[in-house]
């Protein structure tokens, strides 16, 4: 499956496209870009992992951390929140201005680590579909002669048993 | 300090559960520190108060009445809550029953739940909520009380649910725990009415104010504070859910179930006694449940022969004797509250903490199997003597003074001609002599009689007919031991100190009464009639006691689907099942239908709203014509989504979908919308890459044709859908809705000098509707659990000719050589590894 051109797109590609997506995230306050968009992007970068080298693989490097990254993105856009009560209310932005030594000044506030976390749930979710059906589709293999119904089809309202049953699709074999 | 006792409660909770009490044999006594700390501190606080300074005699109202601390914290002033606590008499009282229960509970603990690496788990879900306990009773402000009113629900439901690998465990867990959070639900409106009726929130002020009995919502906040009181304290018709959380480990019934948890719902009613009782409405609705309650307690306890389920209908009935004097005004009701409160905590913890330690030393509590346990656990027997002694409320005990307070409350009360009085005190009467039969029931037939022969249980496997006491298994240790031997002791010496303790009774009845009581609890009335009632109830009820197996013959025949627990399971069934049919109604089984019933239930507030309008005011007046870009993305789209439907093959589908999705975001960029623009982009590109990806691999579609009438229902519908979507457009940028209510000025405004970004829509997402977005990414987490299940589940694999094969188990090596499995899997390529071969 993966073929060459994919594996070299995806050399190129994947640093890159992550790497675009942590400069939307960053930027995202003040031009287009955000925590949203960004965790996309990278789920975007994934997606090209999984079509190049297969999901096997790319389980096996960022599976484990898909369910982690879905709660700490969550913990994260809390606490953010929870932030805000140091300033009176909840989820009130609390600002700080750093001066960094390279960029000079660097306006920082809990909205941003919001950002944070809203991309974390993101391309930690979009990956973890993405994984899922990608198996979902490897272990599928086309039925000749038609035998038995899809999970999507239509026909299942006329026939409910065949979704309750999974012995039923097994019997094929 | 109240609230600084409150947070070392729960400090010490997750320092018990970090040092992993189950591996020290210290932990017990030092688990038992925190709750003595707050219990010591409690009466030196109210040193003033108990040295007899101002109540010896009753008179002066300033301590009396008064607030002993009151501490006020701000939360969240935005929407005027504060966090306030007040410690006057009724909450000292209760204070001093958590912590000082909590001391004898917390020593138990670490010798009930001995090696049970669990056992930090209970501490912590423990002491959370011997917190959230003391924060109910301190509690100065409705709100304040109701957010911990919810914490004891939610702790008690960890509690009881602690055997989580029991079903019996989790069904009494989920039971008490739907019966006091939705008690709990009608308790926050009910208070809401009452603050907005009086005016405030403060509990101090509310009691002050005179006249909220004749206020139109009076009804309304009593009963809603009613079912409240009533579901926490199990009154009739929610008793049934006490039995069912028996479940928990004793430690946990000790406390929960009959010390302090219960008796919220007491204090809430003695709480705000002296704004609502001024009604006849509350006299009838306390004695009427009050009084069903504890007859249906008293009457059940000795049905059940399980040590705990008697226990737990016996302070049912304990709890309705309880509300049925709260259902009066008269001084002398409202000491008996004090007095039967304190009594019955005295009494009924360390019964329950012996029945623990009997089922922890013989293996079971089932009193049909035990016997002779005054042999093999001479203290134990001794203190559940006592204790059942006071239950049955025999004189010179403790518990004969709360039934004389009782009796002589409800018979002042028939003596001024009072029909209420009368049916209290018959109610009493009766329900006096069941508690005698059943605590001589209980301290017999486990600990007295000679053990049980064969045929009366089937517990003989390991003590046949000569044992003359149920075996032994585990020797208590003596700490075990002395948990409840403290309370017990309390217990057997309290008649004889009654004066001092009155200086806590006194100031607890006090605050009930709202003014100065002069009433006082004695041991010794003389040959009152309440006596002679009281000595009655004892004969009769050693005569129930004698013919307790022919009485339990005839409960038992009471037919089982009577029973609350039985009628609550239909009722859970009931709505389970219709459940399913309004899921089988709007979700159907395919897509199509799932996603039609949920389009045209959104266009049904569309419609309504459509109706209010003149449909012309809507299009813009001069009709602008749109330029070429527009008209061939417009075209584009027309064209792509026909093909969509129209087109045969399912990649053809996914293109064409994918050609309307970009021309939309073209939209977005025409209009300047770089944000939606890269969204919508993004998604596209995932979803068609990733259908691409799924949809080539899947068989091909040989579904029947869809019949006539369902095609002609999906246009409809998608047309419907399209419609509305086209209105609404239209509506929200007509010129009524732009110049009414437009927010858009605000936040471009807004932005950079509030959200510090120029990016408007970000700040929009993570600041000025930051809480939207918190409840978007948790829909998406929640997503992705639903995605998991449904992508992970075994039926949701597709049909292939070949079995499965198990992920990364044995690489395709042996299946490339086998020729069958080769041909048979056709055209899915094996996950290899290029480089590895």
Known sequence: MPELYLRLLNRILTPLLLLLAIYLLLRGHNLPGGGFIAGLMAAAAFELQILSRGHDRVRRSIGPYLNSGIGLGLAIAICSGFAGLLNGVFFKGLWFDLHLPLLGELAVGTPVIFDLGVFLVVVSVATSYLLGLSRISDSAAPIPDGASSLELSDSFESDPAVVADDSSLRSER | MLAASILLILVSGAFLYWIRPHTRVWAGLLSALPPLAVTVWQLNAALPLLSGAGAASGGKADLQNGTIIAEHYRWIESLGLELSFRLDGLSLLFGLIISGIGVAVALYTHYYLEDDDRQGYFYLALFAFMASMLGLVWADNLLTLFVFWEGTSVTSYLLIGYSHRSPVARGGARNAFIVTAGGGLALLAGLILLGQASGSYSISEIIARPGLAEHDLYPAILILILIGAFSKSAQFPFHWWLPGAMAAPTPASAYLHSATMVKAGIYLLARLHPALSDHPLWLWALLLFGGTTMLLGAVFALRHSDMKALLAYATVSQLGVLTTLLAFRSEAALLAVVVGILSHALYKGPLFLVAGIVDHATGHRDLRMLGGLRRTLPVTSGIALLAALSMAGIPPLFGFVAKEALLESAYSAAEHGDAAGWLAFGAAAVTGAFFVAYSFTFVWEAFLRPAPSAETGDSTSHSPHSSVATPIHHPPAPAFVAAPLILVALGTFAPFVLKPLSRVFTPAAASIAAQPVHVYASLWHGFTPAFLTSLLAITVGIWLFLIRSRLRAFLSQLPDNLRGVFLFQRLLDDLYALAQITARFSQGYTLA??????????????????????????????????????????????????????????????????????????????????????????????????????????????????????????????????????????????????????????????????????????????????????????????AALGGYALLNAPRVRLPTPTPIQPESEQPTESEETDPVAGTSRLNVDPPTDPKAE
């Open chain 2, 593 to 782: 239908t799932q996603s039609g019933v949920v389009l045209l239930a959104a266009s049904i507030p569309i419609v309504v709203a459509l109706r209010q309008i003149n449909l012309n005011d809507l299009f813009p007046t001069p009709l602008a014509i749109p330029g070429a870009p527009e008209t061939i993305l417009i075209l584009m789209i027309g064209v792509s989504a026909y093909a969509t439907a129209r087109v045969t093959s399912r990649l053809g589908a996914i293109i064409s979908l994918g050609v309307v999705g970009v021309s939309v975001t073209l939209f977005y960029v025409f209009f300047s919308a770089p944000d939606l623009a890269l969204t919508q982009l993004l998604i596209e590109v995932l979803t068609v890459v990733l259908l691409v990806l799924v949809f080539t691999k899947l068989p091909p579609d040989i579904r029947p044709a869809m019949q006539r009438w369902k095609q002609a229902r999906n246009v409809l519908v998608a047309l419907a859908a399209g419609a509305f979507g086209f209105f609404l457009v239209l509506f929200n940028s007509s010129d009524a809705m732009q110049a009414a209510l437009s927010i858009s000025d605000y936040f471009l405004h807004n932005a950079v000098p509030g959200g510090h970004g120029a990016n408007v829509v970000n700040v929009i997402l993570v600041d000025f509707r930051a809480i939207d977005t918190m409840g978007e990414i948790t829909v998406l987490a929640i």
